[in-house]
Structure formats: C-alpha cells, structure tokens
C-alpha cells in the first residue's frame, strides 16, 4: 500500500518536549494518519498517511486550528521543505461527504475555526445561478449545498469552492453575510414572544375595537408580520423560487387588502405561534443543559503556597490541588488524590445512584459530592471540561437537518405554484375569498415547526442520560441501524488490560529490564495496552528510562529509541514487518500466553526478540444480555472487529454471543469490514471507543463512541456515550426510535387535514378561517407533540426495563 510522507519542522522541540507528545496526539486525531515520527534533537516532526483516507492539504489545514494557536505552535511549525513534496492545498472545502441528485454535502474545515469565512462562501454559491439553498453545519464542519442538477453536480461545485479565494471578498459581501447571520435561540424566542403578542393585539383590536381602532390594528399586524414578509422577500427575490413563506405572506396580504384584518391576525397569530413552540423549546432544552455550567461560580477551595483558600471556580489553573467537601459541586475535571467520597454524577451521565470515586479515580466537573472528602488535581478546567463540552455540543447541534424535513419542505414547496395558479384561476374568476383559503393551506409550516422541536427534545433527552447524539441526522440513522460493529477492547471488555504474565526470550535481558524498556516505549501513549504497561513497570518500583526518537503506529505498535537502543514493542506481526524472527521457542510461549486466554505483546532490542507480555482485559459482565437484547429489538448482523489474536478473540466473542468474529486486523481493515456491511445494504452502526476505530467510525452511517472515548473518536463519532455501560447503547436507540417515530407521526397529524383541507376548498366548502385553523391548528399539536420526549421518563424504554428484566 503507498503511503503518504510529510515532514514539518518545530524548532522549539529541542528545548521543550512537550510539545512533541502533543503534536503525536493531535496528529493522530486526523482520519487517514497511520503514524507520527518525531526528532526533539532536530526539531522535526514526520506523518506518516492513507492518501485514499487523507492527504497534506487535509494535514495542513488542521495545524490552522485553534488547538494548535493555543500551543504556542503557530507560526513556528513550519510546513514541507523543497525536500518534501511540496503542495498548493485548498483553503475551503477538501471533500465530498454525500452526495444525491440535487443535492451534496461537502467537508468544509475552516467552519469550525472561521465560522465568518465559510459564511462569506456560502454568500458566494447562493450568488452562483442554479444554486438554490446553502446551509452551514459547524459542528460537523460541512456544508449542504442544493442545486439544479441540470446546470450543477457536487465535482464541479467542490472546484467551484476550491477556486474561491476568500480573501478577495469584497466588503459587500462581507456585510451581506453579517446581515444574514441567524439570530441567537434566545434572541429568536423573544422575536416570536412580540410577534405572537402584536399578532393577538391585533386580532383582539379587530374583533372588540370599532373603525377608529383600524389604523393601529393595521400597525400590529405588520409589526407581527415583518420577519415572515422578509422571508418571503429572501426565497422569491434572493432565491428567485415560491416557498411556503410566499404562498403565506400572500395569503395575509390579500386578506388585509380586502379589509378582513382579523382573519388576517388570525391566521398570523397561528403562524407566530408555531414559530413560538419552536423557538422557546429549543431556549428551554439550551437553557436547561447551560444551567449545568453554574458551577463555574462556585468557590473552589484550594491549596495555594500551603494554606487552603477559597477562589472562583473560573479562577483554578491546571495542576492545582482542589478540596471538595459534603453537598459542593466539583468545579474541575481531574483525579483524586486522596479521600473516599459518593459522588452524583446525574448531571452529566444520568447515572441515578451515587458513584464511589477513590485514589487515581477520575471525577468531573458539575457533579456533587454526596458523601466523604475529596483532594482532587484539576486536569481539565473551564470550557475544555467534559460537561463543557457537552454542553456546547448540544447547544449547536443541527437540529434543523434531518431527511424527513427535507423531504417534507421540498412536498410542500413543489405544491405552492400549484397552489398560486389555483387562487389565481378563482380570483380571475371573481371568487377572492376562495381563493384566500386555498393560500391559507399550508403544509410545510407545521413540519417547519414540528421536526425541530422534536429532535431538540430528542436530542435533550439523550444529553440527560449521559447519550450525545450530534445532529438530527444523527438521530434518524440511529433509528434505522440494522447492523452492528463492535470493536473488542474497551468496548466489550472494560479497557483496563493488566499485565498477567510475562516471558524472557533472550538472556542479555532481565525481566525487569524488558517491562522498563517496554513502559518507556509506551509512555505518554494513551492506549490501554501502554497504559497497562507503564502501570505494571511502575508496580513493581522500576526506573522507567527515557526514550528520544519514537514513532508509534495506529494499532501495530511502537519504534522508539531509548539509550541507544532501538527497541520495538506491538504484536507479532508489527515485529515480524520489522525484520524481528520468531523461533519455535518464541512461537511456544507465544501459544503459551494465548492458551491462557491472554494477548501477547512482543518487545524486540535492536531487532532481536526479548520478551513477551501476556495482558487480559475483563469482559464487560453486561455484554452478552445487551447483545442478545440487541438482537431482539431488530439488529440483524453483529460483528466483533479486533486487532487480538485469534484465539482470544474467539473466546470473547462465545462468551458474549457474537458469531461472527474478524480478528488481527488493522484499522484500514476494520474499515473495509463496514463497507463490506454497507455495500450488503445495512445501515451500520460502529460501536468503539480508540484511536484505532476513528477510520471505521467514521466510515459507518453511525459511529457510537464508549466511555466517554478518546479524543479522537469523540471527534469522529456521531453519538458519544459518557459511560462505559453498554445497556445506554439500548436506551440510545430506543430514544432515536421514539423521536424519528414523532416525526413521522407529525407528519401524519398535519398532512392528512391539510389534504382534507385542500380538497374542501378546492369546492368551496371552506372560508379563510376555517382553513387557517385547521392548517395551522395541525401545527400546533404538532408541535405541542414534539415535546413529548422532555415529558417521558428520563431513560429510554429498554435501558428502564433493563433494571427490572434481570440484566447483570
């Protein structure tokens, strides 16, 4: 397989370390990155790539984000030389993502770092004539884009973007574009607050004042209806199409023309109204997952030059030692250093009863200390905390972009010039009243209304039992998973691997040395089987060395360079592609390990093998119910996927059910595992939670990270769960279930009086009023509907009967 080279130069890697040991983890967060190199000594740093997953310019762009600018990076990392391939790289838009007729979704980097840019693009291409609508995704860093797909397909619109130079925006545009930002969901709740209050000043002006009250009615009215009139103005100046905001201003318009203001009020009160249940419920669901971050507050007791003094909570740095008492909220994530403590962690993972948290155990910010003292040292603070974090990305997911509303507001757009012709056939014919009514009918209102409001509550709901679901999106595939990826390590076993065994092959080694040099390779790596390592060297009080060079592959193992020595640790086969051979006595106690149930980790010195390291990590003791429950409620392929060798493997999976098994693969396999399943015609979930299922978590059509993940698979996956229990895979889609059947019951309560609707005043049979309220009535319950998910019990269906039903 060819593999990409990219080599960039650090100059302050010599005098500072550390920030080698970040660049290895954050270049290891970029999908398609197979390895990281890195050379204090000449400030150097080599990546290593998949170019069929990755490529520079993808590599590049990402040294732009704000991570590395808070690393003091950049500026100073300084991109390929003439010795490298050197390249001009896009500044916008890198990919595809998906693609059908008329329709593309295109990776767009930049709009998470410079949300101002990308909106200045997504002017640009609704400038562009056979573009007919653009919206921007920041928190999946995509843009869908909708066109004529006689005049436009996704390549030519990918150069399109390509060719775009931002930095030549005129400042027109630049102004056009801050005109058109959406307001903030508090700011649009208050809007709609006015507008339904002038709308019923309006109407009750009408129905109870007398002529001389007509002036200031007319007012109201237009007060309470500028944001639809500019709507109207935007889809059929702007957008050069008629949508429902048309066909609804429109309506009002002729309604107040012919001097019948309070139906004109009317039927804009049951419009503003919708907008109202909308708005507020997504400030509400904001609202309520923001009340968390009160902690930040809060006075944390803290240790500073030997005395405890209490400080803001916003005010703790990194590092500091924190002392939380009965009933306080910990203001910090980080890990205990002393004291015994329950802890209620309901806040952020829904979990209901306390959770016992000890020395080394890790606590979070915004739980409460129910019981017992804790000395905690802060490693996360502020907005880079977990509950921060989740907080934000609930706040900003994409509510609005779900396939059902798509194809709902594409229906009832494509009747709306149907539905002008009519009224203007009758109007020429003298009947302006039916021709009103058959205005008024309007579909797409109350999905417009209902479908947001029920992702929001969907996606609110999850947050609270610690599920994190990205996007409406999201939700919906959810729904629809049929097929069933599980990786093995950390996510159908605990992910605490310990050291159970250990075997010396070489007598120019003793079994301390080989655990030293093996925990020196593996350290700073945040992998289990390192962690594992480092933990058992450290067991046994030995001197960990330090290591120079090193260079770490995505699931294969380590290269390092310590004390002169070239020492390899990973599997058997990574050595083995190293030169290092195996002879019969290595190959029995390789046998050996695994008879035992365990996996081997192979260490070789200067290309000759050492030692072994047998490691078993404990099977989840929920496992097997939840696979079986799985199975039950619909999932029709399950798979376990694992770098392990064979014969564990094998042994977990009887243990917990799954027959089909694919054992000592790398993650490009892993990854051609999930297309193999998607090109059968499942819709698959992959279920993981290391760096070494980002590539398959982000093939799969769902990527569900565990425990909370790494970073990387956080960033990856569409749906984190915060704890490690797999019964919150049961409540996660039984929740998506219960919000995409909403939807479609939504649909159900407004299309079928609308239908009713039409049909009547096709024939006459309806005056303006009537049809506004059964229109926009069906609205309404729709969108009283779509709350429903914040009334019901607070976990999923399966995950409450899961406690009752014998589970482990």
């Known amino acids: ?113 410079r949300e101002d840019l990308a909106g200045v693009l997504a002017h640009f291409l609704r400038g562009q004539a056979g573009v007919q609508h653009v919206r921007l995704s920041p928190l999946s860093a995509s843009v869908i884009v909708e066109f004529d797909a006689d005049i436009w397909d996704a390549p030519s619109l990918l150069t399109l973007m390509r060719a775009y130079d ?75 199409r008629l949508t429902i905001d048309t066909l609804d201003a429109t309506a009002i318009t002729l309604l107040a023309a012919t001097g019948v203001v309070w139906q004109a009020a009317l039927l804009n009160l049951l419009l503003s109204s919708g907008d109202w249940i909308r708005t507020s419920t997504q400030e509400r669901a904001r609202r309520a997952l923001s009340d968390v971050l009160d902690y930040m507050s809060d006075l944390a007791w803290v240790e500073r030059d030997g005395q405890i003094v209490s400080i803001p909570a916003r005010d703790v740095a990194i590092g500091e030692t924190i002392f939380v008492f009965p009933g306080e909220r910990i203001p910090v994530d980080g890990v205990v250093l002393s004291g015994t403590a329950l802890v209620d962690q309901h806040a952020l993972t829904g979990e209901s009863m306390p959770v016992e948290k000890t020395r080394k155990g890790e606590v979070f910010a915004a739980t409460v200390v129910s019981e017992g003292e804790l000395q905690v040292r802060a490693t ?15 706040q900003n997911a994409p509510v609005f972009d779900t396939r059902a509303q798509d194809y709902a507001e594409r229906w009832a757009n494509r009747l709306v010039p149907y539905s002008f012709l009519g009224a203007g056939v009758l109007a020429l014919m003298g009947n302006i009243p039916q021709a009103i009514t058959l205005l008024v009918i309007d579909y797409a209102a109350g999905f417009r209304v209902s479908a947001p409001t029920a992702i929001m509550s969907t996606i609110t709901k999850a947050a609270r039992q610690g599920i994190l679901i990205r996007g409406g999106r999201h939700v919906e595939q959810l729904a629809e998973v049929d097929a069933l990826v599980f990786d093995k390590t950390g996510t159908l076993t605990v ?49 960990i060395p330090q290591r120079t060079d ?131 015609g ?43 229990d797999l019964h919150k895979l049961l409540e996660a889609f039984a929740i998506a279930r219960q919000g995409v059947g909403l939807i479609r019951q939504n649909w159900s309560i407004i299309r079928v009086p609308n239908t009713i609707g039409l049909g009547l005043a096709f024939v006459g049979l309806l005056n303006p009023v009537t049809a506004s309220l059964i229109s926009d009535g069906a609205a309404l319950v729709a969108g009283a509907n779509s709350l429903r998910p914040l009334m019901s019990p607070s976990a999923g269906d399966a995950g409450k009967s899961a406690r009752k039903d014998n589970r482990p």
């Open 682 to 724: 499942y819709t698959v979930a992959v279920v993981g939670d290391g760096i070494n299922d980002s590539p398959a978590l982000a093939q799969a059509d769902v990527g569900i990270a565990v425990n909370g993940g790494t970073a990387l698979a956080q960033e990856t996956a569409d749906v984190v769960i915060l704890q490690g």
């Open 495 to 543: 992910g605490c691997p310990d050291v159970v065994g250990a075997i010396v092959l070489s007598p120019a080694h003793t079994l301390d040395e080989i655990m030293a040099l093996a925990a020196a390779a593996e350290s700073f790596l945040t992998h289990p089987v390192a962690e594992a390592v480092v933990k058992a060297a450290s067991d046994r009080g030995l001197a």
């Open 380 to 394: 996360r603070i502020g907005e880079d905390t977990q509950v921060a974090q989740i907080v934000h990305l609930v």
């Open 550 to 680: 090193f260079e770490y592959q995505i699931g294969q193992g380590v290269v390092a360079t310590i004390d002169e020595r070239q020492v390899l640790v990973g599997s058997r086969r990574f050595l083995q592609a190293q030169g290092v051979s195996f002879n019969e006595n290595a190959q029995n106690s390789l046998r050996q390990i695994e008879e035992g149930a365990a996996s081997p980790l192979c260490i070789a010195v200067d290309g000759v093998l050492a030692g072994l390291l047998g490691l078993a990590d404990p099977i989840r003791p929920e496992a097997a119910w939840v696979i079986k429950k799985l199975r039950e409620q619909g999932i029709k392929e399950v798979v376990m996927l694992t770098g392990d060798r064979a014969p564990v493997a094998e042994a977990v999976a009887r243990t917990v059910g799954i027959e089909r098994v694919v054992a000592e693969v790398f993650p490009a396999d892993k990854l051609a595992a999930v297309k193999a399943l998607q090109e059968q």
């Open 166 to 240: 931002p930095d030549q925006t005129d400042i027109e545009q630049w102004e056009a574009f801050e005109a058109a930002q959406p307001s903030e969901p508090g700011d649009l709740a208050a809007r709609s607050r006015r507008e339904v209050a002038l709308a019923g000043s309006a109407l009750a002006l009408t129905i109870l004042g007398g002529p001389l009250v007509a002036p200031l009615a007319y007012g109201l009215l237009l007060g309470s209806s500028l944001s639809l009139y500019r709507k109207a103005y935007h889809s059929l100046v702007e957008e050069r």
């Open 1 to 113: 397989m060819t593999t990409g080279r990219i080599r960039l130069q650090v100059a302050s890697m010599a005098t500072q370390p550390e920030i080698g040991q970040f660049l290895v983890g954050f270049f290891l967060r970029i999908h398609g990155v197979t390895g990281v190199q890195v050379r204090p000594a000449t400030g150097s740093v080599v990546v290593t790539y998949d170019p069929a997953l990755c490529t520079q310019e993808i590599v590049l762009n990402a040294l732009r984000s704000r991570v590395v600018q808070r690393h003091a990076l950049e500026g100073e990392v300084r991109p390929p030389t003439e010795t490298d391939d050197a390249i001009s790289y896009p500044y916008l838009a890198s990919e595809v993502i998906h693609t059908v007729a008329g329709r593309a979704r295109f990776a767009l980097p930049v709009v998470k770092e």
